[in-house]
């Protein structure tokens, strides 16, 4: 058994784009595009499972939330919403596509999205052995502040999860310095980025990465 997490992906109220095949074509696409990025920590590549689902398999979290923004920039607007397991693999893993395999990993990331559907949070963790609940109600804090952020906030996010300079998420983005560091105050980008970053160290301790 292999102790690793689940990546489970959803498109919000997608029934009700006006375009869904053109939203689709654009997810894989962007799943392709981190696929290649993020091949070391892919132990199972991101793969759609339904037209609007899609899931994989990480060996560490260190990059989670990087590819999670990576993909509501690439998708923005459309609104994508995450569940995240942990735990072991009882198949084999299939390294080709994030299908065919089955375990707790999977099991806690289907029972999140689960829980993410009867509510309008964007992230949940479940299989964690320490605070649980406490991480999730802080998810939730972080969900209802991003939920008013604007295509630039969540890029200018993204680009520090990456730990690129204000200088050069300006230059990245089109847009001045300034406008940068007042996105950064007014959506307390870097204590959200701080927190995520808890909850990797968090989830990387019981996997024991």
Same mark, same amino acid.
């Given at each position: 058994?292999?102790?690793?997490?689940?990546?489970?992906?959803?498109? $919000? /109220?997608?029934?009700?784009?006006?375009?869904?095949?053109?939203?689709? $074509?654009?997810?894989? @696409?962007?799943?392709?595009?981190?696929?290649?990025?993020?091949?070391?920590?892919?132990?199972?590549?991101?793969?759609?499972?339904? *037209?609007?689902?899609?899931?994989?398999?990480?060996?560490?979290? @260190? @990059?989670?939330?990087?590819?999670?923004?990576?993909?509501?920039?690439?998708?923005?607007?459309?609104?994508?919403?995450?569940?995240?397991?942990?735990?072991?693999?009882?198949?084999?893993?299939?390294?080709?596509?994030?299908?065919?395999?089955?375990?707790?990993?999977?099991?806690?990331? $289907?029972?999140?999205?689960?829980?993410?559907?009867? /509510?309008?949070?964007?992230?949940?963790?479940? *299989?964690?052995?320490?605070?649980?609940?406490?991480?999730?109600?802080?998810?939730?804090?972080?969900?209802?502040?991003?939920?008013?952020?604007?295509?630039?906030?969540?890029?200018?996010?993204?680009?520090?999860?990456?730990?690129?300079?204000?200088?050069?998420?300006?230059?990245?983005?089109?847009?001045?310095?300034?406008?940068?560091?007042?996105?950064?105050?007014? *959506?307390?980008?870097?204590?959200? *980025?701080?927190?995520?970053?808890?909850? /990797? @160290?968090?989830?990387?301790?019981?996997?024991?990465?």
């Amino acid at each position: 058994m292999m102790y690793c997490i689940a990546l489970i992906g959803d498109i $919000r /109220s997608s029934r009700d784009l006006d375009d869904r095949g053109k939203v689709q $074509r654009s997810l894989q @696409e962007c799943l392709t595009d981190l696929n290649k990025q993020y091949n070391d920590v892919l132990i199972s590549p991101l793969t759609i499972t339904l *037209g609007d689902e899609f899931q994989a398999l990480l060996g560490c979290a @260190e @990059e989670i939330w990087k590819i999670i923004f990576k993909i509501e920039c690439q998708m923005y607007p459309t609104r994508i919403r995450f569940g995240i397991g942990i735990g072991n693999i009882s198949t084999d893993i299939n390294t080709k596509s994030a299908i065919g395999m089955d375990g707790p990993a999977f099991y806690s990331a $289907r029972h999140a999205m689960q829980e993410i559907k009867k /509510s309008e949070d964007c992230y949940k963790i479940k *299989g964690l052995e320490k605070d649980e609940e406490l991480t999730n109600n802080m998810l939730t804090l972080i969900s209802d502040n991003k939920i008013k952020w604007e295509e630039n906030r969540i890029k200018i996010f993204h680009d520090l999860l990456e730990h690129k300079k204000v200088n050069a998420i300006a230059l990245n983005i089109g847009i001045s310095q300034t406008a940068v560091y007042k996105n950064i105050s007014d *959506g307390s980008l870097k204590v959200i *980025g701080k927190i995520m970053q808890a909850f /990797s @160290e968090k989830i990387n301790q019981q996997i024991g990465r």
